[in-house]
């Protein structure tokens, strides 16, 4: 079993930055991913930013250039850097492992941009 627990989350203006931060139980391996999803009311989860096998980064096209994916593998946890953060990036942040052929998932943290 794998526990994930995101925190970060908050209102912010347009144009400003949060830092979610997500810690892991165990330790994620290289060959394992790991990366943060967001969801919308009505809409299904997508896919922000990840690590994948190998350690190399994914962006979502819609974050490229402002969201930047990190990990400290020797405190077990993983980043998501904002900026320039839009009224389009609201919503429910998820932390997310794929651990030894099993899914995991935290409990989400709101980011609210608005002015």
């Known amino acids: 079993q794998v526990q994930l627990v995101e925190s970060g989350g908050g209102l912010v203006q347009p144009g400003g930055s949060l830092r979610l931060s997500c810690a892991a139980s165990v330790y994620i391996f290289a060959t394992d991913t790991m990366g943060w999803y967001r969801q919308t009311p009505g809409k299904q989860r997508e896919l922000v930013a990840r690590f994948v096998r190998g350690g190399s980064t994914f962006h979502a096209d819609s974050v490229k250039g402002r969201f930047t994916i990190s990990r400290d593998n020797a405190n077990y946890r993983v980043y998501l850097q904002m900026n320039s953060l839009k009224p389009e990036d609201t919503a429910v942040y998820y932390c997310?492992?794929?651990?030894?052929?099993?899914?995991?998932w935290g409990q989400g943290t709101q980011v609210t941009v608005s002015s």
């Open positions: 997310h492992v794929s651990y030894k052929g099993d899914d995991y």
